[in-house]
């Protein structure tokens, strides 16, 4: 069968319409997709930042739509299911990260953008055990984002073990970072924001930070020493780390989800000066991680500030993320394809 879909057809070049043939598989579902994100992700795939993009690129690595076809293996996901899809397309189910329900490590597995069409597209064709039914009341443009930049913060925040109470902070307040403040506020922490975009500050108020501190202020960073229990990154740009190693209390641990353009470089004393601080990093998250993700987004209310375009104003909304003018979470209506 063929698809509709926008691709990148070489690196550098703007979105052309474009068609690809594709199969249902036994364990693979159709999906006519209603929205899509666009993430800065998106658009540093598109010019081939990272090196790895197989063009023609289809973007986007997020989205929601509504089953049409399954195969004949496909369980629990039924045609006329709402769904979401993210960014891991397949594993190979046998290896050790697998077998435990750590898909997100699997060596053989395939990702958009890298390893397939993405869903800035009329339809798409995925493997049904990474699709997600979407409970009702999140069935909307602002909870595209949970499905990968969610998803990302979610694991990455388990991995740190916040405890209700705790003090925590929230580096870069994007996509990922307005994500990762209504997490950790919703689990009971005390969130404190660091940006460098202060007018964002009553915004941020709002999704659950306790405080904003100016992430490029020395003065404000020093009276922040031994202070926090866990910090999460999620910018992309070098700040200077040292502090906000120093910000953590003695068993702390700085989580890098976003990554910093150049080295990350520090005193390693800094993590055992009367303490045993850690460093830590994270890719994306499990199946069973996101199952609960949507469980406690629904419980809790949690979605994307989200700003919605129809698909015949892409070409300006990639212009807008590359110049920065995008705000929180970008998404596309994909409901008047032509
Ligand atoms: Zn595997």
């Known amino acids: 069968m063929k698809i509709q879909a926008l691709a990148v057809l070489k690196s550098g070049e703007g979105l052309k319409p474009f068609e690809y043939d594709t199969e249902i598989g036994v364990n693979d579902v159709l999906v006519t997709l209603k929205y899509c994100s666009m993430a800065r992700g998106d658009v540093r795939f598109m010019s081939n930042f990272w090196g790895d993009t197989n063009f023609p690129l289809v973007p986007s690595s997020e989205m929601f ?60 064709v995925f493997d049904s055990r990474f699709v997600f039914k979407i409970p009702t009341e999140l069935q909307n443009p602002n909870c595209v984002s949970l499905m990968c930049s969610g998803l990302t913060v979610y694991s990455a925040i388990k991995r740190g073990s916040p405890q209700s109470g705790m003090k925590v902070g929230v580096v870069g307040v994007g996509n990922l970072g307005h994500l990762a403040i209504q997490i950790l506020n919703k689990m009971g922490c005390k969130v404190t924001a660091f940006s460098h975009i202060l007018d964002k500050q009553s915004e941020l108020l709002k ?105 015949s104003e892409i070409n300006q909304v990639v212009a807008d993320i590359n110049e920065n003018k995008s705000n929180f979470s970008t998404v596309i209506d994909l409901s008047n394809w032509k």
């Not at 769904?83 to 190979?92: F, P």
């Not at 999460?232 to 989580?255: D, F, H, V």
């Open 65 to 124: 739509g509504v089953v049409e076809q399954k195969g004949s293996d496909v369980k629990d996901i039924e045609i006329g299911d709402y769904v979401g899809i993210g960014y891991q397309m397949s594993s190979c189910h046998e290896c050790e990260y697998c077998l435990v329900g750590k898909e997100q490590f699997c060596h053989s597995q395939k990702v958009l953008a890298v390893g397939g069409f993405g869903g800035l597209a009329k339809q798409i």
């Open 207 to 311: 999704i659950g930070a306790e405080e904003v501190i100016d992430s490029t202020s020395t003065d404000a960073l020093k009276n922040c020493k031994n202070q926090f229990d866990f910090i999460i990154s999620t910018s992309s740009k070098s700040l200077e780390w040292s502090q906000y190693i120093s910000a953590l209390k003695p068993l702390g641990n700085l989580m890098f989800v976003g990554l910093p353009e150049k080295e990350v470089s520090f005193p390693a004393e800094l993590l055992a000066d009367y303490a045993q601080r850690g460093i830590l990093g994270s890719y994306i998250g499990s199946p069973t991680e996101m199952r609960e993700l949507l469980e406690f987004a629904k419980q809790n209310s949690i979605s994307a500030v989200a700003n919605v375009y129809p698909v």
